[in-house]
């Protein structure tokens, strides 16, 4: 756990320090009121530390240590408080069952400072082909890339983040609504494959709404 928020609080100061964070009140005020409801009925050693980019990318990702990012996008892109709820509800079943841990440890040549500056180039906004360079410019890049969230850890996250948006008292299909917009639109995440792509929307939505069959979609 202790090394788990030194890396987290690493790799925070680095995305700090190299994007624009949004500290707009009133935003930060109502994600706070979201958060705490969706702390209140989860068990994690660590606090949640919710940080919002400011960046038109829709996305949303965690980090270790209880670190979750979002973009001013994603919120912007959310037409119901039920839907980012279960994005956020979604991210946090990350951190509870420890998927990014896990694999980080398991990838114990990974150097988290450098994942930190590849992660920080990613957010950056501009023209992409300068972005690409940064990112693939990062020797953590290739090894990164074996960090990509697996089928299960999805359906982990999926089927815990959908209980904790429940028992908050949001709608538990709430992402699965937001990923059905995802579809769409086409809308797709300029990051890549790393912890942030959340892939197989279809199979997911079809997932979530079996499980929650007397909930509401739209």
């Known amino acids: 756990v202790e090394e788990e928020k030194k890396y ?3 790799i925070y100061l680095q995305i700090a320090n ?14 706070q009121d979201i958060k705490n409801r969706l702390e209140e009925v989860t068990s994690i ?12 990318t829709v996305n949303a990702f965690a980090t270790i240590g209880g670190y979750i990012y979002l973009t001013t996008g994603l919120i912007a ?3 119901t408080e039920e839907e980012l709820a279960g994005v956020l509800a979604h991210e946090l079943a990350h951190i509870t069952r420890r998927h990014v841990a896990k694999r ?8 988290i400072g450098m994942l930190a500056t590849m992660l920080a180039g990613m957010l ?3 023209d992409p082909k300068a972005k690409e360079a940064v990112i693939m410019g990062s020797q953590a890049a290739a ?22 948006s429940d028992r908050a008292g949001y709608n538990a299909v709430g992402v699965a609504n937001f990923l059905k ?11 890549p494959q790393y912890l942030l792509t959340h892939p197989y929307h279809e199979e997911r939505i079809i997932k979530l709404e079996n499980a929650w069959p007397d909930s509401k979609t739209t």
């Open 18 to 31: 190299s994007v624009a964070i949004n500290n707009d009140p009133y935003i930060s005020l109502y994600l």
């Open 8 to 10: 987290g609080k690493e």
């Open 143 to 164: 090894q990164a890339l074996s960090l990509k969230y697996s089928r299960d850890d999805e359906d982990e996250a999926d089927r815990s983040g959908s209980i904790y």
């Open 181 to 191: 917009k995802l579809r769409v639109t086409g809308r797709e995440t300029t990051i």
């Open 77 to 79: 892109f959310s037409d």
């Open 45 to 56: 050693p660590f606090p949640i530390t919710l940080t919002v980019i400011q960046s038109q």
């Open 104 to 111: 980080v440890e398991k990838e114990k040549y990974i150097n």
């Open 124 to 126: 950056v906004g501009g």
